[in-house]
T-cell receptor, first 109, second 113 residues
């Protein structure tokens, strides 16, 4: 079965710093999704990547899928307190969507 | 526009009591529906998913069951709750095409005492 591993598990950064979160799959990715979750709330969809080498951006968040389609990275530029939360990557698996273990991001002033 | 409703938001139930969590989707037809559980504030465990009325796939054998009595209604149930059933339960939907994102409800925090 497919597994997604995220790193780091948690991240504490100072406001204004850049950061990167990685998601590695045990199998080829045919659809990779990034979500953000604030504590006690549902997941908010950020971006979806499908093609090897694809890159998408939304505001200060950029996500990339590597050429081999087994790893994705999420990069935040000039982090802000509003970026704090749990970031999860998800992957298509037939009718299902499986998720990584998540990365907890804290941003302090 | 499509919306997903999940209730209740929080629930405290004694061990051995029954459970019923409901999820409904508005503004779309024939969605795929999903129940996930999140423990320790981290990764999501897929519990059940459904691609049509009466069609339920179970991912993890456990003390829970799911039903889909109507196209846009998905119910998570238990006859007798265990302490280990505590967690954050999330319902989600997506359209029936390959590679479309899931859209999540706000979740139910269940505490079994």
């Amino acid at each position: 079965s497919q597994e997604l591993e995220q790193s780091p598990q948690s991240l504490i950064v100072q406001e204004g710093k850049n950061l990167t979160i990685n998601c590695t799959s045990s199998k080829t990715l045919y659809g990779l999704y990034w979500y953000k979750q604030k504590y006690g709330e549902g997941l908010i969809f950020l971006m979806m990547l499908q093609k090897g080498g694809e890159e998408k951006s939304h505001e200060k968040i950029t996500a990339k899928l590597d050429e081999k389609k087994q790893q994705s990275s999420l990069h935040i530029t000039a982090s802000q307190p509003s970026h704090a939360g749990i970031y999860l990557c998800g992957a298509d698996n037939t009718d299902k969507l499986i998720f990584g273990t998540g990365t907890r991001l804290q941003v302090f002033p | 526009s499509q919306t997903i409703h999940q209730w209740p938001a929080t629930l405290v139930q004694p061990v051995g009591s029954p459970l019923s969590l409901e999820c409904t989707v508005e503004g779309t037809s024939n969605p795929n529906l999903y129940w996930y559980r999140q423990a320790a504030g981290r990764g999501l465990q897929l519990l059940f998913y459904s691609v049509g009325i009466g069609q339920i796939s179970s991912e993890v054998p456990q003390n829970l069951s799911a039903s889909r009595p109507q196209d846009r209604q998905f119910i998570l149930s238990s006859k007798k709750l265990l302490l280990s059933d505590s967690g954050f339960y999330l319902c989600a939907w997506r359209i029936r095409v390959n590679s479309s994102p899931l859209h999540f409800g706000n979740g139910t925090r269940l505490t079994v005492t």
